[in-house]
């Protein structure tokens, strides 16, 4: 059967634009109401562009200049409590600095979309990409994922808000994205319709549960040992339905824009009949394919796993995949001082994820790229050797191989 992307114009146009600006085309067809602006490098482009479409009239949206990351989140949050589709965003110790916002957002069970431009968090001082700044969020009740193309981060506005806002799940968004490899590179953008959008993305309802002086209801009580226990079984609950919600939602996105996913939570490359394959977060994904097709024209059988959703973890969905491998390389680009084995945070998940397996993968984890140090096609090649050695059964001292570290 025919798609309707392929019977139908669902695209406007091709652009020119990177990570940043591709984000800022997603707020605009999303037709969000609010938007409260704090910016940091290096997602500043974001509210850079997304002031310009407003003031050049292209886009009719409340646009608040908020004076700090803390009041940025607080206006989201609250914006989207009356109903309001509200977005925002930041990058390293700014998101950090607005995280008590970041966690009410989460126990109020509301859906704004945050954009995060993984940076490093200070100090030392940097700008680079490190991925710590959103899996800060990991275990607080928000959706998580990571955009490894500005196609990707484009359609992920739209994906993101039609999850978070569906009433069995109502959760916060955070879209990640690399910084500076995807927040400033350009790429040729597909730009969808706004047609074809408001068929996709219907207009966002918070219900019953809407802050209005009409319809009284109690936002955030002080319930201590009487109800906390209950309020968090109800986000446990939403967050367990999101893994059914997610499917139906990229199916929808598939059947209008034609076949963009095949699988929601993970991108599989090579993957059929590998042995080994590496698992990496982001933009890392384009040295590590390279690798792969490198070391496929030298007979080794290797594939990568490009993970795109964190929250909710695809347990079920990975455990699938990597249970048919004889070796399983984790990219860090993380750091987790004194974890299970000196690992990473992303190795911890997929450790777990794979334990109730009788006859598990040999695990490995790299960390490397941190501070926005580049992960090269010649790095990803060492780290499929080392994944190989060890799922031959190579003795290694350590689970953790340091990538790219200056001697």
């Known amino acids: 059967m025919a798609t309707v992307a392929e019977t139908t114009n669902v695209w406007a146009n091709e652009l020119l634009l990177n990570g940043c600006q591709a984000v800022a085309q997603g707020v605009k067809l999303a037709n969000v109401d609010v938007i409260a602006a704090y910016p940091i ?14 003031a050049d009239g292209e886009f009719d949206s409340e646009y608040i200049v908020a004076d700090s990351e803390h009041s940025q989140f607080e206006i989201v949050k609250h914006a989207s409590s009356v109903g309001a589709r509200a977005f925002g965003g930041s990058s390293g110790t700014g998101w950090m600095y607005g995280f ?3 966690v009410v957002a989460a126990t109020d069970r509301l859906p704004p979309l945050f954009v995060v ?3 490093a968090l200070d100090d030392p001082g940097a700008f680079g990409v490190e991925h710590n700044d959103a899996l800060a969020l990991r275990d607080m009740g928000w959706l998580l994922c990571w955009a490894s193309t500005a196609q990707e981060a484009l359609e992920h506005v739209l994906i993101g808000y039609r999850i978070a806002e569906d009433n069995r799940v109502l959760m916060p968004m955070a879209l990640a994205m690399d ?35 009409d319809n ?11 109800w906390v226990m209950e309020l968090r079984r109800q986000n446990w609950e939403a967050a367990r339905r999101a893994r059914t919600v997610i499917p139906e939602v990229y199916k929808s996105f598939n059947d209008l824009f034609g076949p963009r996913y095949a699988n929601p939570f993970f991108d599989e490359f090579m993957c059929e009949d590998a042995e080994v394959v590496l698992v990496g977060l982001g933009a ?47 990219i860090d680009r993380n750091f987790a001082m004194g974890s299970p084995d000196n690992g990473g945070i992303v190795v911890q998940d997929i450790r ?34 080392i994944t190989f050695d060890a799922a031959a059964g190579q003795q290694r001292d350590e689970l953790v191989t340091w990538i790219g570290l200056r001697e």
């Open 41 to 54: 490098r290096p997602y500043t482009e974001v509210m850079d562009q997304l002031s310009k479409l407003i």
């Open 100 to 102: 008590e916002a970041l």
């Open 117 to 119: 431009g993984n940076r």
């Open 179 to 213: 910084g500076a490899f995807l927040t400033h590179s350009q790429h040729m953008i597909k730009v969808p319709t706004q047609e074809a959008v408001n068929t996709f993305l219907p207009p966002f309802n918070l219900g019953k549960r809407v802050l209005h002086p």
């Open 216 to 226: 009284p209801v109690s936002i955030a009580p002080q319930v201590n040992e009487d």
């Open 284 to 330: 890392v994904a384009m040295p590590a394919r390279t690798a792969v097709r490198r070391l496929r024209e030298q007979g080794k059988k290797a594939g990568y796993v490009n993970l795109r959703w964190f929250r909710p973890f695809p347990t079920e969905q990975l455990r699938a995949t990597l249970g048919r491998m004889k070796g399983v390389g984790i």
């Open 352 to 385: 777990s994820c794979l334990y109730p397996l009788t006859k598990r993968p040999v695990v490995t984890d790299f960390i490397g790229g941190l501070g926005g140090r580049d992960m090269s096609i010649a790095d990803c090649v060492r780290m499929f050797e």
